[in-house]
Structure formats: structure tokens, C-alpha cells
């Protein structure tokens, strides 16, 4: 145990240890650090397992500005409650528990008291490379052994879902089931799934859970064959322009996970007539769209964000009763900066996710 010194006032504090990155062009290397030690409503959790996001990459290489370093990503976290504050209700030590890309919100705004804190309007405070919302320090996340939440921003994993292969489902997972929520994917509407990485596998388990009829775009050939066996009803590759012929007009729905720049206009004809292309991807440049992509076929173009603390509850239950989990690769902690240049060539299967036994 070490101690912080606060307005003399002596905080209890608990060593961890994980991964870090020191700057954006530092590999992550081995990291100690101190958690909070549990406050009334705070639950302490052992991590076991952590996923591997592409947001983890483009923050730890500060793609998207404003990066806070030293920075331990992860926030695909999958653990065991160790320990719980005195007016902890909702988790006992030994449950399963998983954390996903929030940590806390104001909790008072409407977006907040609506149940979708990461729309909040003070904005969210993300598991990592966020400052805690007292300001004293950023937070840190998943790739790492231990972590303090509050209760209310911790999720229950059902008993079947095993942890490694549920980690994943607190971002990628919520992320895809989100939209295709919102925007109704179910019997009768066709959903093209463009980009079929971490976020987008897990896309096509969802959407053809749903019954909607699933339609898989990626940049090669090479995926076709698993598209397939995760539930997809059709399979076009984006390399081949005859793609953008043949299914002009015909989505419902396209959610939109690819990383890097591509030309949304072309992806927008594509759309049928009211149909909507969800964009999920965050490249690292903006992205020019033309008042005619829209115009032709009234359109729309929309942007979603993760999910709400009971939607990532709900989704956790749908994969529960649906028998979903992530398909993954477990690597040990030394592996991280392997892992990261693997999913930067779309070379993943379809998530990395670290053991932390191994750290
Ligand atoms: P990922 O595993 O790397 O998947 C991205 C997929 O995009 C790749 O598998 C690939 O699919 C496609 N792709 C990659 N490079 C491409 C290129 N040059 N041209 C065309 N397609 C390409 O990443 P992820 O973890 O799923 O995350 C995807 C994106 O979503 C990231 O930008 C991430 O930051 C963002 N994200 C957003 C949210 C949110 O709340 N909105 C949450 C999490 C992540 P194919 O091989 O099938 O083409
Ligand atoms: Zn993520």
C-alpha cells in the first residue's frame, strides 16, 4: 500500500501495475502506478482480461489530439470484484464484472438522467486518458492488473459468457448494438456491416441475432469465408468497383467501422431511399461529403458512440441469451506492441485480448 498526501489528509492508495505508453511515439512498456483505494460507492476489481480497441491506438499515438501521457489504454475490461465501499449495492467480491469506455459522467444532465452518459453534456469521463472529474489525476485503464469504478459505471457479466471472450463486448460490442438498435436493424432490413475488424465482426453476430439481413463489405477478400460462419448472408470486398454498381440503393442501414480514410460518398450510394449510413470509425482526418450524397435518395449520415450504462447492461444480456461472445486472440502482456501493428494491417481475428496472469 503506498499513500498520497492530500490537504493533509492521508489517502490510502493501491498499487498497480500494467502497460504504458510514455509519449506518442513510445512503445507501451511495463508500468506501476496507484489506484484510488475504494471510496462508499466504488467497487475494486482484479483484471483478468483486457481487449485490444484501435481507439486504444490512435490515442497511445495521439491521433485524435490532446493524448495524456504516461497512458495506460485498454477499456475492453473484464475482472472479479476483489473488494466493495460500504454503500455498494449492486456487486459482491467474486462477481463478474466488466468495464467498458466510461468511468463516470456529471450524472445530472438530460443525456445523463436519460441513461446515455456518454453523450453527457460536461462530457464523459473516459476510462483512460481522461481526467478524473475532481481534476487531481487522468485515469487509466485496462492494461493493467487492478482497477477502483464506481458501481454505477461497472456491468454485470452473465455467468455463461466467458471473461476473455467477453471483454471485447464492453466497447466493440456495445458499439455496434447501439445503432443497430437505434436504427431498428431486424427482419426485413438489409445491413451492410462496412469494415470487419474488432467492431465489425462483432457487428455481424448482432445484426443476424437481430434477423436483419446482413451484408458484409470489406477492403479484401480474404475475410469471406469467416463472414460467413459469424452469420453474414452475403459478402462483397470494396476493392472490386463493380460492388458499388451492383448494390447501389440497397441498404437500410450501413454502420460505418473502418479506421482509416475511404470516400463516405461512395459508401452513401449505396444507401437506399431514407436509408442511413451510421459512422462508428473515428480516421484520423476529417471526412468530405458532398450535399448531393445526401440530397439524391434523401439520406442520412449519423454518428454513434459506444453506449449507455443500462444499453452495454442490456447488450450483455442479448449476447448472454444469444450465445455471443468475441472472437479472440489472448496474447500475454509482452505481445502489446506486436498486437498493435497486427491490427493496423486489419491482420486480427477479429480481437486481440491480453491475459493479464501474464503481466
Ligand atoms: P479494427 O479491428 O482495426 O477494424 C477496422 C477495420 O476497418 C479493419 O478490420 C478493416 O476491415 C477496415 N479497414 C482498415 N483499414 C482500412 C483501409 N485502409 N481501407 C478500408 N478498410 C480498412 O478496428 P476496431 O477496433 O474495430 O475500430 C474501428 C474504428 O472504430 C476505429 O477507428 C476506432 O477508433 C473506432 N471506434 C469507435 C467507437 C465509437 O464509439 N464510435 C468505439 C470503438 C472504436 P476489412 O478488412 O473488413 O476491410
Ligand atoms: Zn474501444
Known amino acids: 500500500m503506498g499513500y498520497l498526501l492530500q490537504s493533509s489528509k492521508e489517502i490510502l492508495m493501491i498499487p498497480a501495475k500494467g502497460y504504458a505508453a510514455k509519449g506518442p511515439k513510445a512503445p507501451l512498456t511495463p508500468f506501476t502506478f496507484e489506484r484510488r483505494d475504494p471510496k462508499d460507492q466504488d467497487v475494486a476489481i482484479d483484471i483478468k482480461f483486457c481487449g485490444i480497441c484501435h481507439s486504444d491506438i490512435h490515442q497511445a499515438r495521439d491521433e485524435w489530439g490532446g493524448s495524456i501521457f504516461p497512458m495506460v489504454p485498454g477499456h475492453e475490461i473484464a475482472g472479479i470484484v476483489t473488494q466493495v465501499g460500504s454503500k455498494v449495492t449492486k456487486y459482491e467480491v467474486g462477481d463478474h464484472v466488466g468495464v467498458g469506455c466510461m468511468v463516470d459522467s456529471c450524472r445530472h444532465c ?104 446482413v451484408t458484409v463489405l470489406s477492403h479484401s477478400m480474404k475475410k469471406m ?81 459506444i453506449g449507455g450504462i443500462k444499453e452495454t447492461q442490456d447488450m450483455l444480456n442479448f449476447c448472454s441469451k444469444h450465445n455471443i461472445t468475441c472472437d479472440i486472440e489472448l496474447i500475454s502482456a509482452d505481445k502489446i506492441n506486436e498486437a498493435y501493428e497486427r491490427v493496423l494491417k486489419s491482420d486480427v481475428r477479429y480481437r486481440f485480448v491480453i491475459d493479464m496472469a501474464t503481466l
Not at 261 to 280: A, F, H, S
Open 110 to 213: 438530460s443525456p445523463c438522467e436519460s441513461g446515455l452518459e456518454q453523450y453527457c453534456q460536461a462530457g464523459m469521463t473516459g476510462t483512460y486518458n481522461s481526467m478524473e472529474r475532481d481534476g487531481t489525476a487522468a485515469t487509466q485503464g485496462g492494461y493493467s492488473n487492478k482497477i477502483v469504478v464506481n458501481e454505477n459505471y461497472v456491468l454485470k457479466i452473465p455467468s455463461n459468457l466467458p471473461l476473455d471472450a467477453a471483454a471485447p463486448l464492453l466497447c466493440a460490442g456495445v458499439t455496434l448494438y447501439s445503432p443497430l438498435m437505434h436504427w431498428k436493424a431486424g427482419p426485413g432490413k438489409k445491413v451492410a456491416i462496412l469494415g470487419m475488424g474488432g467492431l465489425g465482426h462483432m457487428g455481424v453476430k448482432i445484426a443476424h441475432a437481430l434477423g436483419a439481413q
Open 225 to 305: 469465408e469467416d463472414a460467413m460462419h459469424l452469420g453474414a448472408d452475403h459478402f462483397f470486398t470494396t476493392s472490386d468497383p463493380e460492388t458499388f454498381t451492383k448494390l447501389a440503393g440497397t441498404f437500410d442501414l450501413i454502420i460505418n467501422t473502418v479506421s482509416a480514410e475511404i470516400d463516405w460518398n461512395q459508401y452513401l450510394g449505396l444507401v437506399k431511399l431514407d436509408g442511413t449510413m451510421v459512422v462508428v470509425g473515428v480516421p484520423e482526418k476529417p471526412t468530405p461529403v458532398h450535399s448531393f450524397s445526401l440530397i439524391g435518395g434523401r439520406k442520412s449520415l449519423a454518428g454513434s458512440g
